[in-house]
């Protein structure tokens, strides 16, 4: 077991948890005493899918995104290090899961936000911390999977193939529209 | 349209038609247990006081066993491996439905998702069902202790309520762990959270002992229903629902029947509101139903345990590693020779070694298969994650420093490598058509490469295949170097079998440099090397255009 992102899983389990403890709350909702708690979990639960919807950049290698997620991506930075520190996480979902306990529809979900809450402790205790994809940290934009280019070309087309050029004194950079 | 119809019912229509048998076993068998609490007299009382919810629970339940008992047969691979394997009994289109095998498992493992839920969902509204309509007049139906009881109370306390609690959380984190996210690069994770299933499995099987659902055993000394009789004048509108409150009843002691102590038996001869004599005869005895969860589970999960215990036993002994050989690109292949290990091309292996980690298992398709000849065979390992990053230092080790300036011979130890396999993929059938287009990209060529191999030794006349294409893309130019030799000692071979255009190279090199290292060893792969992607449609044309049917 080498690197194991913890905060992926962590992640992963929190939106699923999530996921179930709205049902629950949903269904809390038709007929079942302490409505109060099934409408809590609502609430929690659409807070929390917002919350977690956005994954975190991985520490290494492309980090698959999820389907739009570059608009709460924008909104989580925003929210600088209550967003971002782990073990805040952590807290948050913990004590977020008690309420939702006390109702047998939400339950579910609740235990599930519990193990979630705990692997955010892991994750927060190896280090690990909530990055953005898609905005660098210095603030200028550029996409994650794109690499930039820098250098203009220095050789106007047409151009010789590759292996009859000569060869140029400086190492020619990664997606160097010249190469090709 | 003829045509696209002709290939679709050639090549996808199995595929469908096991997708559309499995849906209608799962409909027919939800269909099946919903019927039967609906209707079925034993689970009168107990459908009056919940509803269409036991319906949807128990039908939702069976549902979930049948993709319990489903969901561990495509990960039986030995069992496929055999399967597949046996070109007698199973043609090529049965051949095509199991290289989807892995597909089933993740469609069988969704349906319990939703089952799951249904489930839960139905046993919410069983329990609140349980204490808002309290049967007063037979508590021996009841869960609840008594009427308006908390919900969480008439359920979580059970043995059915805690252990579907603990199963529906390791399903959640079974399925977290799926994601397509987390299982690309925490492969680890997804493999030992998956491995909860035995719990999981245990835990079904507890499941329904001291089920709190109740079925009536005295069904021919009281008729259902036949208690409208008992009621003064009667009338049938003042069941068991009671709006008055009711004296605390005595605690409901389990599986034992309620002594009824109000209802006298009727005088023989009494009529319902129909005209039709009743004879009841005493109260109505309630017992647990009996659940076959284990009628489902028992035969897939020991066909997995016994499948698991032979590649356990399989394993056990360690392959001697009998060569490496170091390839460009940080590939290193691994000559193995082991005793009693059969293998036809295209097939895989895992690989398990103790000094890298002890329970990690990973797979590698086997480039050279072992033949009557020469027992050896080999595996082709890059340099990708940790596991393989250690394993390759280990096979080799730097000798760069002090071991270059002392030319002693040192003897090299060898990590020690269990090899459990051979199991089966799709790649084994491409000695089963005429033409084959093979399809690969970087190291990705293993597959093909046994059944390179595999011609080599054969000769090119040993199966149906007359002509093999090969579309190989490539990052590096030196990524060619793994199996040129191979490559160009077949041309040769056809070339001899006056079969000259038995085989069709495209290489595709998508990161140009140093182009020139082909050219002098192998001219014959170096005029077959395209620049750029592969342009798919001119490569299925000129197959096409060349094959006719």
Redo the contacts between chains.
Sequence with gaps: ?????WA??AN??AI??AW?ML??GI?GLT???RWEIAAYSVAAGIFIILLEYP?GK?KK?H??ERRYQQYLTRVIHACGTITSNYYIRFVLHLLLCVPAG????T??GA??LF?ASIIYFVAAFHGEKWQPIGIDTKGAPSSSNQTVITQPPSQPPPRAP??VRPKRPAQPVEGDPT?? | MVRSARNWAANDAPTYFALLLWLAANILVFHRTFTEYMYEPRYYYLHEMLGVGLCVSRASASVLNLNCGLILLPMCRTVLAVIRGSTQCVGRKARRVLDGSRKFHMLCGAAICVAAATHCLGHFYNALNFSEHYNVKYPGVNAAAHPKQDPIQVLLPTVPGLTGVAMVLLLMLIVSTSSMAIRTVNYELFWYTHHLFLILYCLMLLHPMRGILKEQLNLDEHPPGCHMLMDTGGSNDTLNVTSEPEPEPEPYHGLMSYPEPEAEPLPEGSTDEFGRIVTCKGPPVFDTHAVEVWVWLVGPFCLYCAERVYRLVRSNSPAAISGIIEHPDEVVEVQLTKEGFVAKPGQYVVINCPDVSTLEYHPFTLTMCPSSRDPTFSIHLQKMGDWTESLYERLLPDTDGTDESLPVMVHRQYPILYVDGPFGSPSENVFHYDVSLCIAGGIGITPFASVLNHLLNEGTKSSRLRRLYLVWVCKNITSFLWIAQVLCSLQRQAWNENRPDFLNIHLHLTRSRDVQILEREYPFLNSRVHVGRPQWRHIFDEVARYNPR
């Design positions: 077991m080498g690197q194991i992102e992926m899983w992963e389990q699923i948890s179930v049902t629950g269904i007929g079942f005493n994954r991985r290698g980090t698959i006390f109702q047998l529809p339950i579910l235990l599930g193990i590759a292996h190469i090709l």
